[in-house]
C-alpha cells in the first residue's frame, strides 16, 4: 500500500483480501510507531527541558544560601567586635547588617567625619 492517509473510522476492512489486511495492517502499525517515536521525542525534550531549569533554580538557591551564610558570619563577626574597633574601622553598630548585605551600594549611609583628635 502506499502511503496514504486512511480514515480507520470509515474504513471497512472486513471486504479486503488477506493481503491487502496485512498490508493494511503493516501501514497503520508503521504509523503508530513513528508517531509514538514523536511523543517520546516531545517528552523527552520537554524532560530535558525541565532538567535544566530545575539545575539552574538549584544553583541559583544553593547559591544565594551560601552567599547568606557568609553574610550572617561577616555580620556576626562585626557584632562581636567592641564600638571602639567598629569607630576605628568607620562603622557604626546600626550600620552592620545593610553593610554587610549592601556593601558600598549603600547610599543612604552618611559617612562619619573626621575625627577630632587627629588634628
Request: glycine fraction near 4%; charged fraction near 35%.
Amino acid at each position: 500500500m502506499r502511503e496514504t492517509e486512511i480514515d480507520f473510522q470509515a474504513f471497512d476492512y472486513r471486504r479486503l483480501g488477506p493481503a491487502q489486511r496485512a498490508a493494511v495492517m503493516h501501514h497503520a502499525l508503521r504509523r503508530a510507531r513513528i508517531e509514538r517515536s514523536r511523543a517520546v521525542r516531545a517528552m523527552a525534550t520537554g524532560l530535558a527541558a525541565l532538567l535544566r531549569q530545575s539545575a539552574a533554580v538549584a544553583i541559583r538557591w544553593y547559591r544565594t544560601r551560601a552567599l547568606r551564610r557568609r553574610q550572617r558570619m561577616i555580620a556576626d563577626e562585626l557584632r562581636g567586635m567592641d564600638d571602639h574597633l567598629l569607630r576605628d574601622i568607620g562603622v557604626r553598630r546600626c550600620e552592620i547588617v545593610s553593610l554587610v548585605t549592601m556593601g558600598d551600594k549603600d547610599d543612604t549611609r552618611v559617612p562619619r567625619p573626621a575625627s577630632r583628635r587627629a588634628a
